[in-house]
């Protein structure tokens, strides 16, 4: 059993094509069927269906949108991950979260390839609140056992880029 939060997204509808492929129970949460990932009741509705596996790929993108609407960034992506983490904890602990994060965390690069040691100097809101998310999830695993894994993207390209997935 997958919930994919973001489902509906570019990443998140090829990622449940794929584990439909694979024969996974997916389920999706997304803002496009009305579903808030900073609404806390929803979200726990969710949980508490005890998920195997969260891909949690929500949350508000584009450096530029970001810097415009800091606090919405925050809330997407910082507050609404802790949220989360917090509802797993309490509901579904066995549940293993992968956390989709950005490149952006690291800002500017210094060298290349960006490797985890390079320095996390984000230059815009949205790599903040992403960066943000990561150093919680990490927390959370060291302080509550939390299994989490993080994956950093970027430049992501791929079939169904352009077009809106229409759910299972």
Do not use: M, W
Request: glycine residues 8%; contains cysteine.
């Amino acid at each position: 059993n997958v919930l994919i939060t973001g489902g509906l997204g570019f990443i998140g509808s090829n990622l449940s094509r794929r584990l439909k492929e694979l024969l996974a129970h997916v389920s999706i949460f997304d803002i496009a069927k009305g579903d808030d990932i900073c609404d806390v009741r929803k979200v726990k509705s969710v949980v508490k269906s005890q998920p195997d596996i969260i891909y949690h790929l929500a949350g508000f993108s584009g450096s530029k949108e970001s810097n415009e609407n800091v606090e919405k960034s925050f809330n997407i992506n910082a507050f609404a991950t802790v949220n989360l983490f917090e509802l797993v904890l309490k509901y579904s602990p066995q549940t293993k979260i992968i956390l989709s994060n950005s490149r952006l965390e690291y800002g500017k690069p210094r060298y290349l390839p960006v490797d985890e040691k390079h320095p996390t100097l984000p230059n815009s809101a949205y790599g903040l609140s992403k960066l943000i998310a990561a150093q919680i999830a990490l927390i959370y695993h060291k302080v509550n056992g939390l299994n989490v894994t993080i994956f950093r993207t970027s430049n992501v390209y791929g079939s169904h880029q352009s077009s809106k997935f229409t759910g299972y």
